[in-house]
């Protein structure tokens, strides 16, 4: 994994912007800390840190081969079959990387070479003898790659950060990014910053003189699926073994993140089947089991399960302990907030996320993650509450309405001000005229293939961005098995009716794990990453938001004072994780928020104005 920059203009010559290169490609050092590169011609540049994870000597970027050059992040997880087949064409290769396979194999096969990756993947090739610049990124959307138009190219990069430091990049967010961030929609190839974009997952951008083109290269599509229920089971198990097997190979060490949950301890079976013992790292809070008290979200503590797959599989189970001076640490929530150039979305989930893997990294440079499968399966509550699918909206807002986070929007003044809810609509609508359908397919079943493609194409990636910014924030790679395209195209287009056949979430996966995985494991009701309980959290985040309540607060550009004291006149306990959850995350992105807006020095368009 790395992280990737660059620029094109083909109104100048770049060859003596050496120095800018730099200030670019150094300020991915992070997702990349092992080695740093850049390559300039007269109207490209590239740029490329390092995080090596396959032929550790050889594997340098930026890469040239002939009349093309590659910076690349990711992993294509069959590039040993693609290699052979691209030997077998009379290539020949000076390195044992995939970065030279993706390289290659666009030599061999232009731009439709896409169509035959299987991984992880956001490159930008310069092909020397037309002047284009290709930006790709994978089919689901696992490694980010943004994009900011200019008058005479581009400018690109694995993060918004890597954009904006180039001078012609503003730091500006109109009404538009706002509702995108507040609103948690994951609109695809919506970027919050003014004139900047990502590359949609499954696309690929075109630049020339001409200008820039898009095309997408996969996308979901809806297929009949005419497997009975036991070939389903053993087919989704073969898939699974399949993938884990391809993401395990490295040249550096591997574990795997275990929360004890269903999925998380299917990944780590099935890689310890594989590798033998191998770490499983988990994370708790100090005093969690004595004070953990069971709610509609968490319905018992993860530790003790964890364990118990740990030693039923044979692998090292490792807890990384933490607690509130942990999370409340000023460093680890700049850090956390740097990581995504962004405000937070789950308030105290991110900071033990980010100091998970600083843990982690610590003994392992790529961990193999369970992302996904909730998406996949079915197994988050709205797949399930009749209100949450039938709502009219995207099924995760009716917990976030229930749990006092749109109440927390409107008391402070955001709801209305921006237009969130007409933001929402707009977008739902947008999204739903997307879903593949299937022909002849009604009812229940046609509308839980529409909730299935939002969560697959909104929800999702927005954990799979805060899964990468975060780890790789660290120089952790994480892998996501569940993210396969093949495995994502083959759930996407079972029937629902297959997915819950024994009236419980995630039933195929259950079924495909059986006898790999302990009873206790399979039976579990699913909870959510955890989170602290502890109350005197509460309290802190009070304390800050209570400091926001001067006139020199940035934050104060787009809520009122008064907006702010109405949240914090809510009785002591009102945020405890217990309560209204969603409502304790917009104390703590109103927080954030005021931080972001001075560390980026952030100008707020709230107008028509420029």
């Not at 696992?142 to 730091?171: C, M, N, Q």
Request: charged share 30%; hydrophobic share 40%; glycine share 8%.
């Amino acid at each position: 994994m790395c992280g990737i920059t660059g620029w094109v203009d083909y109104r100048q010559d770049l060859t003596g912007q050496g120095e800018l290169a730099d200030a670019l490609t150094q300020t991915m050092a992070c997702r990349g800390p092992d080695a740093s590169g850049e390559w300039i011609g007269e109207h490209a540049v590239l740029g490329h840190r390092r995080l090596s994870i396959i032929d550790l000597e050889t594997g340098q970027q930026p890469m040239a081969a002939d009349e093309a050059v590659i910076t690349y992040s990711g992993e294509v997880y069959n590039f040993r079959e693609l290699r052979d087949e691209l030997r077998g064409l009379g290539h020949s290769f000076g390195t044992t990387s995939d970065t030279e396979v993706v390289l290659r194999a666009y030599l061999e096969w232009g731009e439709d070479f896409v169509d035959r990756l299987n991984g992880m993947y956001a490159f930008a090739i310069w092909d020397t003898r037309t002047e284009e610049l290709l930006l790709v990124r994978d089919r689901i959307g696992i490694k980010p790659l943004y994009y900011y138009p200019t008058a005479g190219g581009v400018l690109f990069g694995s993060e918004p950060k890597a954009i904006l430091r180039h001078p012609d990049a503003e730091a500006v967010v109109d009404r538009d990014g706002l509702c995108e961030m507040f609103t948690i929609v994951k609109t695809p190839g919506h970027a919050i910053f003014r004139g900047m974009y990502e590359v949609r997952p499954g696309s690929v951008v075109r630049v020339n003189r001409d200008g820039l083109t898009k095309r997408r290269y996969w996308r979901l599509e809806s297929r009949e699926h005419t497997d009975d229920l036991d070939t389903t089971i053993a087919n989704v198990r073969a898939l699974l073994e399949d993938i884990v097997e391809r993401q395990l190979f490295a040249d550096v060490p591997v574990g795997t993140l275990l929360s004890g949950g269903l999925d998380s301890s299917a990944v780590t079976a099935l890689a310890a089947r594989r590798t033998g013992e191998l770490p499983a790292f988990s994370v708790d809070f100090a005093g969690h089991d004595d004070r953990f008290e069971a709610n509609v979200q968490w319905e018992d503590p993860d530790t003790p399960f964890a364990i118990e797959v740990a030693k039923h599989v044979g692998a090292e189970h490792v807890t990384i302990m933490l607690d509130n001076d942990d999370i409340l640490d000023p460093s680890v929530r700049r850090a956390t907030l740097v990581a995504q150039d962004l405000p937070i979305s789950t308030g105290d989930m991110e900071y033990s996320l980010y100091l998970l893997c600083r843990a982690v990294r610590e003994r392992v440079t790529v961990a193999l993650s369970g992302e996904a499968a909730d998406e996949l399966f079915g197994g988050y509550t709205w797949f399930h509450d009749q209100d949450a699918v039938n709502n009219g909206s995207f099924p995760w807002h009716h917990p976030f309405e229930k749990a006092g986070g749109i109440g927390a929007l409107k008391e402070v003044g955001l709801w209305d001000r921006l237009g969130l809810g007409e933001y929402v609509r707009h977008r739902y609508d947008e999204a739903m005229a997307e879903v593949p359908r299937l022909a002849g397919e009604t009812g229940a079943e046609a509308r839980m293939r529409e909730v299935g493609y939002l969560n697959l194409t909104r929800w999702e990636n927005f954990l799979l961005d805060r899964k990468d910014r975060i780890s790789m924030a660290v120089g952790l790679e994480v892998r996501v098995p569940f993210c396969d395209h093949r495995l994502v195209e083959y759930v996407f287009n079972t029937p629902w009716a297959m997915k819950n056949f024994d009236g419980r979430e995630k039933s195929l996966l259950r079924a495909a794990m059986r006898g790999v995985l302990p009873d206790s494991v399979l039976d579990r009701k699913k909870n959510p990453y955890p989170s602290t309980q502890d109350d005197k959290y509460e309290v802190a985040l009070r304390e800050q938001v209570e400091k926001l309540c001067t006139p020199d607060s940035p934050v104060l550009q787009l809520v009122s004072e008064e907006g702010i004291r109405r949240l914090l006149a809510r009785p002591d306990g009102a945020y405890v994780m217990g309560g209204p959850w969603a409502a304790r995350a917009v104390l703590e992105r109103l927080i954030e928020f005021n931080t972001w807006m001075t560390e980026y020095d952030v100008r707020l368009v709230l107008s028509d104005e420029d």
